[in-house]
């Protein structure tokens, strides 16, 4: 079975500062890896994926998560916090059987102090 | 594209009460999904389908039910509403084929029982 674990439930940064949002996954077989953000009463979009062809993904608004087998991690960071990255922030793995469903971590709420 | 839409975006029911979330795509996608959010917690599948006429369970299916007579369309059914199912439902959908393939997700429809 598939599991995600994103460490810290919440994560204040200050506006400028890196963003640093954990996630580490556990799969039997090479993983597709996923970041969503959910921004305030909306559903979720998609940030980045990893798809084994690079192991440093470039998602949106300056996001990147770098994906390190030897440690199963796949850690989202943006060098520089914006107020509007005030969301929360996703991890998921899709299996590889049928229907491909998503394994969500519990999510990280970012925020942004001016 | 509209992308996946869902209806209604609010409700409160009533212990008991039934109700059918709808969920809807045009963009040709074979792939559906239900999830549900709970507060502080990752999404969670409570069903899915791969085609129409084709459905199966996901990780949280006890108490609902799912239908798919259309390729467009994949509605929910609460036959008696418990406060346990008070969340977030989010619909979503994807491209049959690749593992790595985006779920693009709906905006959500936010149901409280009493």
């Known amino acids: 079975a598939q599991s995600v674990t994103q460490l810290g439930s919440h994560v204040s940064v200050s506006e400028g500062a890196l963003v640093l949002l954990r996630c580490n996954y556990s799969?039997?077989?090479?993983?597709?890896l996923f970041w969503y953000v959910q921004y305030p009463n909306q559903g979720l979009q998609l940030l980045l994926k990893?798809?084994?062809?690079?192991?440093l993904v470039k998602g949106i608004n300056d996001f990147e998560a770098e994906f390190k087998k030897s440690e199963t991690s796949f850690h989202l960071t943006k060098p520089s916090a914006h107020m509007s990255d005030a969301a929360e922030y996703f991890c998921?793995?899709?299996?590889?059987?049928?229907?491909?469903?998503?394994?969500f971590g519990g999510g990280t709420r970012l925020m942004v102090k001016p | 594209n509209a992308g996946v839409t869902q209806t209604p975006k609010f409700r409160i029911l009533k212990i008991g009460q039934s109700m059918t979330l709808q969920c809807a795509q045009d963009?040709?996608?074979?792939?559906m999904y239900w999830y549900r959010q709970d507060p502080g917690m990752g999404l969670k599948l409570i069903y899915y389908?791969?085609?129409?006429?084709?459905?199966d369970k996901g990780e949280v299916p006890n108490g609902y039910n799912v239908s798919r007579s259309t390729t467009e369309d994949f509605p929910l059914r609460l036959e008696l509403a418990a406060p346990s199912q008070t969340s977030v439902y989010f619909c979503?959908?994807?491209?049959?084929?690749?593992?790595?393939?985006?779920?693009?997700f709906g905006p959500g429809t936010r149901l409280t029982v009493l």
């Open positions: 979503a959908s994807r491209v049959a084929g690749k593992t790595v393939n985006t779920q693009y």
């Open positions: 799969s039997s077989v090479p993983p597709y």
């Open positions: 990893y798809t084994s062809a690079a192991t």
């Open positions: 998921a793995v899709s299996s590889q059987n049928a229907g491909n469903m998503l394994t």
């Open positions: 963009m040709n996608h074979n792939y």
């Open positions: 389908s791969v085609g129409a006429g084709i459905t």
